[in-house]
């Protein structure tokens, strides 16, 4: 499943082979639930990619404006639902709590439970009208004016993530 670099902490795959067994059939996806209720993993890389960031860059980047679909972990890491196919900006090579996840990776759904509460939509996707911005657009705003100091927020755990291969 994964190994000691492992960009996603605590939601995993109940399965080794995943991507080939993954669906996109709610009936197929009901009756797996029916059998054994799982939390909900989005694989990314197919049609989007996810740049997950940390609060103190995540929250001003949403006061600023609407950025595409955004999901929230309970323990504070922001999840931007972006288009496929791009790289991080050269600018987040300092910022390591920064990860994209594409191809061979995934990401909870809301309402997906954790150990330390459940996944949440910050801004839903229908709010957006289930359009994926650009991801150097949505990496523009989380770079643009930083707060000089740290953002208090609800988290109750440092994250030992490393950015995604």
């Known amino acids: 499943m994964c190994g000691p670099l492992c960009p996603t902490v605590s939601c995993h795959p109940a399965t080794d082979h995943w991507e080939k067994l993954a669906a996109s059939d709610l009936s197929e996806v009901e009756r797996w639930w029916a059998d054994v209720p799982y ?3 989005l694989a990314t890389g197919y049609l989007f990619d996810v740049i997950e960031a940390p609060a ?4 001003p980047a ?3 404006g609407t950025v595409g679909p955004v999901a929230v972990t309970p323990d504070g890491r922001w999840m931007f639902l972006v288009a496929p196919g ?3 900006r ?4 300092a910022h390591l709590d920064v990860v994209l996840h594409g191809p061979g990776s995934w990401v909870p759904a809301p309402p997906t439970r954790t150990p330390l509460g459940r996944v949440r939509w910050e801004v ?5 009208g289930w359009r ?3 991801p150097y657009a949505v990496q523009a705003t989380l770079l643009a004016d930083p707060p000089p100091y740290p953002l208090r927020t609800s988290i109750t755990a440092v994250s030992t993530r490393t950015r995604a291969a």
């Not at 050269?90 to 090579?93: L, T």
């Open 39 to 41: 939390s909900v993993l």
């Open 124 to 128: 839903h996707p229908a709010v957006t």
């Open 132 to 134: 994926l911005p650009d």
């Open 86 to 88: 791009d790289s991080l």
């Open 62 to 64: 949403i006061r600023r």
């Open 90 to 93: 050269p600018e987040f090579a």
């Open 56 to 59: 103190r860059l995540a929250v």
